[in-house]
């Protein structure tokens, strides 16, 4: 159905409609107009004078001139101020179009000069006003090369997330102009932020599917965001439409590498090099698929040719040093990491590969150290994981809960789930399955520095350590979380090495957490049957420990534990039994204060405030942050034995 809309600028109808509205107008004001006033007749401001297009060459130039000296203002905002006159007094110009290209570009002047200062509000307020002065209609070489790239600025100086946000307001503008979508998803590629990329391509296929760059650059946002499988579908497109393609069949050949097809990739390099024979990633590519399959020796030509056209490729040396760290080709790994190195020492998979090599050689301390400065400049789930995995294989299971708790989660039953690559929502039971696809699309190698056994281990302790955190933390904890942490526990402490002991005492002080005691008891004692083996879990050259004072140590803890579980459960004396085990077997080792202290607790609650009182002084430590809270309490046991704090300060130095 038509809308209705009045003829207002018909002479007729303003004809008629002025007369009537001049008639209405004087009856109203008739009987007042020779009434005496004291105020002023109210005046209507003259109409702004608009000029009207030039009628001839001499009015034009005297146009361009006057729009030259508002141009040449030095301050931004009071040439802004003068073209914006100029475009007010002139919008019939012919040199509005210059006139409206020279306000955006002092906005980016402004804005610039804000970003330079860190002043990000300020830059994209700037930037947004001089988007908002090109039209609407002008997407075309104006926008693509004059306004796409503010967004590239932003990111270009660390406000990436600010970025993004402002090329997304500007997408909308190019939705049906398919060269200014393909530099949009570039951006959104050179940012690394899959999702958006893939969007604005996929937009630009819909447009015109022939292009064979476009399915190569969905293609390579595809893999960004870890889904190598839809990546080669989209390089085979581009190979399809486009065989002479200089980077298709390359990009092909690196995703069938990194599935370790090895032999199809060597194919698609060739095919890429008989397309250009000086190209550098093809040859590199060629080179690691000899290496990957131990024929070392058919790697040097190709490794050669790839160094004469490209030898500060840090990424090829990073991929060859993690090959040969997987085939545990020590002498071969140090050289490829040691140049990797020269060229940028913090890249985050050389942190990785160094750190493999410092655990394989014993220093699971250094290694730690090599992988907590990377997380200082990078921070995703590959580099988590092997900070955690490093503590995990090292025993040190209190600490290597934290990583994992960085990027991964637990379902009630048991199934990791975590976001890989910004993107890609993952779901599955298997810790190895959920990391590999960092590595593959990332260095584009298949094998992992990870053996089976280890992921089996660091994946046996990270479903339990998370489940055993959801069962803590939760209000009411369901029968299947029960059931899944208690099979979890059975599988993380299960072994007869060394270390066993180890694991079930760690696995009993978090069910202990998360009040699951009867569980928990279990665990403990058979922790202390494995007492002995802990004792020789580690040399004195790796903790400082001798063996005697490891056992020590671990027997205080595994006593202590015992007896909380057992006062929580409502024994205090069989509880105390186990403390005071705990206190009197190693006088010698500080893990006795803390069960001094629980015994305390235990005493106190069954009324020897005495006795508690004795307990709580051994394991009063003024030193710990608790010292405040904790003398509180002495005070208060104090009070009851004496009736006042009389005396106190010298019974607590005795």
């Known amino acids: 159905m038509r809308s209705l809309t009045l003829p207002i600028q018909t002479p007729f109808f303003s004809r008629c409609t002025l007369a009537a509205a001049f008639i209405a107008l004087a009856a109203a004001v008739a009987p007042a107009q020779f009434l005496p006033t004291d105020k002023p007749r109210p005046t209507t401001p003259p109409p702004p004078v608009v000029a009207g297009p030039p009628a001839t060459t001499s009015d034009l130039l005297k146009e361009q001139t006057l729009l030259e000296a508002a141009a040449t203002s030095a301050d931004d905002d009071e040439r802004i101020a003068k073209l914006n006159a100029f475009l007010k007094d002139r919008p019939n110009s012919p040199l509005a179009r210059s006139c409206r290209l020279a306000i955006a570009r002092s906005h980016v002047q402004k804005g610039d000069r804000a970003l330079r200062n860190g002043k990000i509000a300020e830059a994209g307020s ?47 503008r190019a ?12 951006f959104y590629i050179s940012v690394e932020d899959p999702s958006d990329a893939v969007k604005v391509i996929n937009r630009a296929i819909e447009l015109d599917p022939k292009q064979a760059n476009l399915h190569y650059n969905l293609g ?43 032999d199809e990739a060597e194919k698609y390099y060739r095919e890429q090099l008989a397309v250009d024979p000086d190209h550098p990633t093809a040859w ?42 997987t085939q545990n080709q020590v002498t071969s790994t140090t050289v490829m990491l040691a140049r990797a190195k020269q060229l940028q020492p913090n890249y985050p998979w050389i942190r990785i590969i160094e750190a493999h090599l410092l655990r394989k050689a014993g220093d699971n301390a250094e290694a730690e150290n090599v992988l907590g400065d990377a997380l200082n400049t990078a921070k995703f789930p590959t580099l988590l994981f092997e900070l955690g995995k490093t503590m995990v294989l090292a025993n040190d299971f209190d600490k290597a809960i934290e990583p994992f708790e960085e990027f991964l ?44 056994e280890e992921f089996q281990m660091v994946e046996r302790y990270a479903r339990f350590a998370l489940l055993a955190k959801l069962a803590a933390g939760g209000k009411a904890t369901s029968q299947a979380t029960v059931t899944a942490l208690e099979t979890a526990a059975d599988e993380f402490v299960a072994g007869n090495d060394k270390a066993r002991g180890l694991r079930g005492l760690y696995a009993a002080n978090r069910l202990l957490d998360a009040n699951q005691f009867a569980l928990a008891e279990r665990f403990t004692r058979r922790a202390i049957d494995a007492a002995g083996d ?77 006795e508690a009182f004795d307990a709580y002084k051994v394991g009063f430590d003024k030193t710990l942050s608790t010292a405040s809270a904790r003398r509180s309490v002495l005070e208060s046991v104090y009070r009851k034995v004496h009736g006042s704090l009389d005396g106190f300060e010298e019974a607590i130095t005795q």
Do not use: C, H
């Open 175 to 186: 939705w049906d102009k398919v060269e200014s979508l393909e530099q949009i998803g570039l």
């Open 409 to 452: 989660k637990i379902t009630p039953d048991g199934e990791f789930e975590a976001i890989l690559g910004g993107a890609l929502e993952s779901r599955t039971p298997k810790l190895a399955r959920l990391i590999a696809p960092e590595r593959t699309a990332s260095l584009l190698v298949n094998a992992s520095l990870t053996t089976d």
């Open 220 to 262: 390579v946002a595809l893999q960004i965001g870890l889904r190598l499988d839809d990546a080669a579908t989209e390089f085979q497109q581009a190979t399809a439409l486009d065989p002479k393609s200089k980077v298709a069949w390359g990009a092909l050949a690196d995703v069938y590498r990194a599935n370790g097809a090895l």
């Open 534 to 610: 802990v004792a020789r879990t580690s040399s004195e050259a790796e903790d400082g420990m001798t063996e005697e004072t490891r056992l020590g140590d671990f027997y205080v803890r595994a006593q202590t534990t015992l007896g909380w579980i057992l006062f929580k459960q409502g024994e205090p004396a069989a509880a105390a039994v186990r403390l005071r085990e705990a206190v009197t077997a190693y006088p010698n080792i500080p893990a006795r204060k803390e069960a001094s202290w629980k015994l305390g607790v235990v005493l106190e609650s069954s009324g020897s405030f005495a």
């Open 284 to 325: 590199g590519g060629l080179a690691l698929t000899f290496v990957a399959r131990n024929r070392e020796s058919e790697a040097l030509d190709p490794m050669a040719k790839m160094l004469n056209a490209n030898p500060r490729d840090v990424r090829f040396f990073t991929q060859m040093a993690y090959v040969y760290a």
């Open 126 to 172: 700037a930037y947004e006003q001089a988007v908002a002065s090109v039209p609407d209609a002008d997407t075309s070489t104006t926008f693509r090369g004059f306004i796409l790239p503010l967004p590239v600025r932003m990111a270009g100086v660390g406000f990436r997330a600010e970025g993004i946000q402002f090329m997304r307001k500007l997408q909308d």
